[in-house]
């Protein structure tokens, strides 16, 4: 596979990944309990798991 394929394809995992856990937080948000509130720190963890993986490649 070519570095460029390989690229634009975990630049679009990366970026479905990111809108799943954003929309997962703002369709929870509307209602409360602690399941709900369970699955936007799931969500939020994702988020911030990716952005880990983002910076690691500037370190």
């Not at 937080?25 to 720190?41: F, K, N, Y």
């Amino acid at each position: 596979m070519k570095d460029s394929t390989r690229t634009a394809l975990l630049v679009t995992v990366r970026t479905l990944i990111a809108a799943a856990c954003v929309a997962l937080v703002v369709v929870e948000r509307t209602t409360i309990g602690w399941g709900h509130l369970a699955v936007m720190l799931v969500a939020l963890a994702g988020l911030l798991a990716l952005l880990a993986s983002y910076n690691r490649r500037f370190r």
